[in-house]
Structure formats: C-alpha cells, structure tokens
C-alpha cells in the first residue's frame, strides 16, 4: 500500500494567518492527490483534487500543490469556519489510502 | 446534485456480521464508482472497498476475506457486509462515490457509528 503521511499533526494559527499543510506519499503518485476538510461528526468534504484543482464551492483560499511524493495544502488567509482537521488521500493505487490527518486549531 | 443517505444496525456482538446500506439520490447511478469508508481515532481513514457500475468489487487486502459491498441498481442502493466483527472494528463508517476516472470521494453519506461490544 502507498503510505500518505501528513505533517504536521496539528498546528495552531490565528484568523488571517497563512497555512501549509504537507502531505507526502511513499512512492510517486503523480498528481493523483486530494485534500479533504472534515468537520467534528460530519463526513469530510472534498476541497481539491488532481493536486491542485477546487472542487466547485471552495474558496480560492485554498491552494494545493505539488507532484510525484510531496504535495502541499495552502489557506492563504485563515477564516474561522477553516478550523477543521484535513486529510490527504492518494488516488493513484489502490488500495486508496488516506493520510492521518492535519488539525487547525484556534490560537 | 447527488446525496447520499446510509444506515444499518450500530451496535453488534463479536462474531457478527456488520450491515450497511447507502441510497443515491439525484445524478446517475452508473456514473460514479461507490464505495465504504472507515474511520477510527487510531487507524484513521481506511477505503475499505467499492463496486463500479457494471457491478465489479474491488476491496482493500485487509479486510478482503470479510467483506462483500453489493448495489442494486434498480433501487440506486449499494450495500456493505463486513463478516465476523471484531471490536477493531468499532468505527464510523461512510459511504461515498467517485466518479469514473477520478478516484477522489464525493459525495458522502452522513456517516453511522458502529461499535461492536459483547
């Protein structure tokens, strides 16, 4: 299996602070990478895929990118409904694997 | 826009089996590939399987000697049977599509707890 692994685990920012989220595969997936956002006690919710693509609805906030094994995830400005926890996932092999996941908490 | 909408038993005894089902609505069924999703605190996110259009299962190698994910296209309902439960199993499980050629999830389904506790 492709091992995703996110880093960091969690990070603590302001309102309005920049973001960067690093994700890296075990082995090259190409830009078959994509970012979720997940909620407490809610499914998560595509933002990106294809490395760096929104989904239709998503802030140009964010930004991904990235390619072969490491891949980041940007917030360009922090807003309050942004604290969450995000998830990479690798869409190139199966079995498809997700990273453990990134928390952005309020500083 | 496509929702989906889960539910099955949440609370099971060791040895028994886990059932879930998932209803589509809106979209096309035959567009997407549907799968099941796990969730746990420690393990995190395990794609635990999918069926495509034409009805072809792929499952994840750790769980694959117990699971069965079936649709049924005449009702756009897809369905996960996970055998001989376990409390490693406990966990919140989604349902969720991708559409052909992407791989990536959504939509999903609201999620369902299920803890398995003698």
């Known amino acids: 299996d492709i091992q995703m692994t996110q880093s960091p685990s969690s990070v603590s920012a302001f309102v309005g602070d920049r973001v960067t989220i690093t994700c890296r595969a075990s082995?090259?997936?190409?830009?078959?990478l994509a970012w979720y956002q997940q909620k407490p006690g809610k499914a998560p919710k595509l933002l990106i895929y294809a490395t760096s693509t929104l989904q239709s609805g998503v802030p140009s906030r964010f930004s991904g990118g990235g390619s072969d094994t490491d891949f980041t995830l940007t917030i360009s400005s922090l807003q309050p409904e942004d604290f969450a926890t995000y998830f990479c996932q690798q869409a190139h092999t199966l079995p498809w694997t997700f990273g453990q996941g990134t928390k952005v908490e309020v500083k | 826009q496509v929702q989906l909408q889960q539910w099955g038993a949440g609370l099971l005894k060791p040895s028994e089996t886990l059932s879930l089902t998932c209803a589509v609505y809106?979209?096309?069924?035959?567009?997407?590939?549907w799968s099941w999703v796990r969730q746990t605190p420690g393990q995190g996110l395990e794609w635990i399987g999918e069926v495509n259009h034409s009805g072809t299962t792929t499952y994840n190698p750790s769980l694959q000697s117990r699971v069965i994910i079936s649709e049924d296209t005449s009702t756009n309902q897809f369905s996960l049977k996970l055998m001989s439960v376990t409390a490693a199993d406990t966990a919140l499980y989604f349902c969720a599509g991708a559409t052909t050629g992407g791989n990536w999830f959504d939509p999903w389904g609201q999620g369902t707890l299920v803890t398995v506790s003698s």
């Open positions: 082995r090259s997936i190409s830009n078959w």
């Open positions: 809106g979209g096309s069924f035959s567009d997407y590939y």
